[in-house]
């Protein structure tokens, strides 16, 4: 079975550009997380979806960011417009809900944004 | 105060060299708790789930302490391919959220 896609895998930019990130999640997974990865604030989550819809937007860090799941196997992450303080890892990773116990999230390998 | 605090190495000890790593949390509401690897440029992967009475796995041992609220992760036997930077990761139901929190990481090179 394939894992979770994310493309691009590698996406260089010039400030102000728009940037658009997509995720496939694991076909069967119901929950559907964004993460920003940087050097100095390690993994942070930015919002996540439960069957489609957005639950927690909470760490979403401006209103520069959206993030939209219009089915169960598409997601995208908006930055509009881009900073070269955004450059880091995007990561997308997906998961199942098996009664009340928190369960494995899988990660996609990445999109690796450079804003120049 | 971070909600999850790890030390971030990097630990350098040679193969065959036993190894532990603590991390604490600062929600006592927790529930789950969990131990990702990342290796370098890759996504993180699920290593092992951290259970009340302590859980092994082959080499790897994990313990969680509610009382004060830390959780442990110790590696016996150390290999190269251990290298890794390793995530404490904790889940907090009382908010209804089902998100984790991840750790900043703590950095493991094994030595030949």
């Known amino acids: 079975d394939a894992g979770v896609i994310q493309s691009p895998r590698h996406e260089v930019t010039e400030m102000g550009q728009e940037v658009t990130l997509r995720c496939k999640p694991i076909s069967g997974h119901d929950y559907l997380f964004w993460y920003r990865q940087t050097m100095m604030r390690g993994l942070e989550l930015l919002i996540y979806?439960?069957?489609?819809?957005?639950?927690?937007d909470s760490g979403m860090p401006e209103d520069r960011f959206s993030a939209k799941m219009p089915n169960a196997s598409f997601s995208t992450l908006k930055i509009q417009p881009s900073e070269p303080r955004d450059s880091a890892v995007y990561f997308c990773?997906?998961?199942?809900?098996?009664?009340?116990?928190?369960?494995?999230?899988?990660f996609g390998p990445g999109t690796r944004l450079t804003v120049l | 105060r971070k909600e999850v605090e790890q030390d971030p190495g990097p630990f350098n000890v040679p193969e065959g060299a036993t190894v532990a790593f603590n991390c604490t949390y600062s929600?006592?509401?927790?529930?789950?708790f969990f131990w990702y690897r990342q290796d370098c440029r890759k996504e993180p992967k699920l290593l092992m789930s951290v259970y009340s009475s302590g859980n092994e796995d082959g080499r790897f041992t994990a313990q969680l302490n509610r009382a004060s609220q830390y959780i442990s992760l110790l590696i016996r036997d150390s290999k190269l391919s251990d290298s890794a930077t390793y995530l404490c990761v904790v889940n907090s139901m009382d908010t209804g959220r089902r998100a984790l929190t991840f750790g900043s990481g703590t950095r493991l090179q094994v030595q030949p």
């Open positions: 990773a997906s998961s199942v809900r098996r009664g009340n116990y928190y369960n494995e999230q899988f």
């Open positions: 929600n006592s509401a927790s529930q789950s």
């Open positions: 979806f439960n069957n489609n819809v957005p639950i927690d």
